[in-house]
């Protein structure tokens, strides 16, 4: 396997570890299978080598990450603030896993902010804030943290001693930030990294299960009405858009995960290059935004110029502090705007052109 470091960078690493005793590790809010796999990954590595570690995240997990081996151990910022700001003054070397610029920590970010710990950033997210770190490990071509932290205990010569929870917990972020190795996923040497850690006796098929087998009924009548009542069409089928209320989250007893592989269904339809989630945020006034998109259409460029946020090429996100109706306008604005990189013709780029908003339940009854 190719060494992902460079061996100044693999010099700068070690340097950085070998004095740290009470390592903190942490990742963004709203933590998903990468960022939560991959913290429990480098946790385990370290602990090898004998340091004291702790991992603290701004919030919890969606729920088909809790059977992760050491998720009952995560501190959660938001329930436990003093904990966490105790654990964070004992450090002597802070882990930054699975964002680019600390501003992803949200609340947390003050107190990571005030550790005079040095800071080791550990990513694959474009444009990395690279002066709020000492060394920062940024590799945006990677498929995941999860895959870059296996690379790097990999080259740090640390696989033997990695145990099944570890490498479980890494294929699970490998597996989440690729949908199941359906995108970024052309690396040879992924598959590579699959089969080390198969070695150490991981079980894929209940991985797969446990994440995404764990739905709820209403979660799963939720997508059925998305995809029926709630998803709209650009006329020329290159885009599509769905909204999700707090009224229809309590209407389908939603819970923190439930949005969760969503965005990304509009994409099944053949020809369609980006699909928008917009929804409520059920705690605070604004409207969160999931991109999604195939082939080389930008879709951290649109959360940048349209929904304050940013993320991958294919996969960003955002927030718009204005009620759905007019986030939806913004939305289709954004696409219209976009038009070259959607591959639209001049007729379908109009901006008058209307959307599909009616309903499939409205097509049958029309018919
Ligand atoms: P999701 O749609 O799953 O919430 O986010 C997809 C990706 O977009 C994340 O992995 C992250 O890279 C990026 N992202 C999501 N929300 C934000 C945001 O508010 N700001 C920025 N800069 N990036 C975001
Ligand atoms: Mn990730």
């Known amino acids: 396997m190719t060494d992902l470091l460079s061996p100044k960078d693999l010099f700068a690493l070690i340097e950085l570890l070998k004095p740290a005793k009470r390592i903190f590790i942490c990742a963004h809010r709203s933590p998903d299978g990468d960022a939560v796999g991959s913290c429990l990954g480098w946790a385990a590595y370290l602990r090898s080598l004998g340091k004291s570690v702790?991992?603290?995240?701004?919030?919890?997990?969606?729920?088909?990450?809790?059977?992760?081996?050491?998720?009952a151990d995560i501190v959660?910022?938001?329930?436990?603030?003093?904990?966490?700001?105790?654990?964070?003054?004992?450090?002597?070397?802070?882990?930054?896993?699975?964002?680019?610029?600390?501003?992803?920590?949200?609340?947390?970010?003050?107190?990571?902010?005030?550790?005079?710990?040095?800071?080791?950033?550990?990513?694959?997210?474009?444009?990395?804030?690279?002066?709020?770190?000492?060394?920062?490990?940024?590799?945006?071509?990677?498929?995941?943290?999860?895959?870059?932290?296996?690379?790097?205990?990999h080259q740090l010569g640390g696989y033997e001693a990695l145990d099944t929870a570890a490498a479980s917990a890494l294929y699970c972020g490998m597996m989440t930030d690729t949908g199941c190795f359906t995108y970024a996923s052309n690396d040879p040497e992924i598959f590579e990294i699959i089969s080390l850690l198969m070695r150490k006796g991981i079980d894929r098929d209940r991985i797969y299960r446990n994440v995404f087998h764990n739905y709820s009924p209403d979660r799963l009548r939720l997508q059925g009405y998305l995809l029926y009542e709630k998803l709209q069409f650009h006329p020329s089928h290159r885009a599509a858009l769905f909204t999700l209320t707090r009224e229809e989250m309590k209407r389908f007893h939603f819970i923190r995960g439930d949005a969760e592989g969503l965005v990304n269904l509009p994409l099944q339809v053949k020809g369609m290059r980006l699909s928008i989630s917009l929804r409520e945020d059920t705690e605070r006034d604004v409207v969160r935004v999931s991109l999604r998109s195939v082939d080389d259409?930008?879709?951290?460029?649109?959360?940048?110029?349209?929904?304050n946020g940013g993320g991958h090429l294919n996969a960003s996100g955002g927030e718009l502090p204005f009620p759905l109706e007019e986030a939806v306008k913004i939305a289709w604005r954004a696409v219209e705007a976009f038009s070259n990189e959607l591959g639209l013709t001049p007729e379908e780029t109009t901006p008058t052109a209307q959307h599909e908003t009616h309903t499939a339940q409205q097509e049958t009854h029309t018919a």
């Open 54 to 71: 702790c991992i603290c995240l701004p919030n919890p997990c969606p729920d088909f990450l809790k059977w992760l081996p050491g998720e």
């Open 76 to 153: 959660y910022h938001d329930r436990r603030r003093l904990t966490a700001q105790r654990l964070l003054k004992g450090a002597d070397l802070v882990c930054c896993l699975d964002f680019n610029t600390l501003s992803r920590l949200q609340e947390m970010e003050t107190a990571v902010q005030r550790s005079k710990a040095p800071r080791l950033l550990i990513d694959h997210h474009l444009s990395p804030d690279l002066e709020q770190f000492a060394l920062a490990i940024s590799h945006p071509e990677k498929s995941s943290t999860s895959e870059i932290v296996f690379r790097l205990i």
């Open 297 to 307: 259409f930008p879709c951290n460029l649109m959360a940048e110029r349209f929904f």
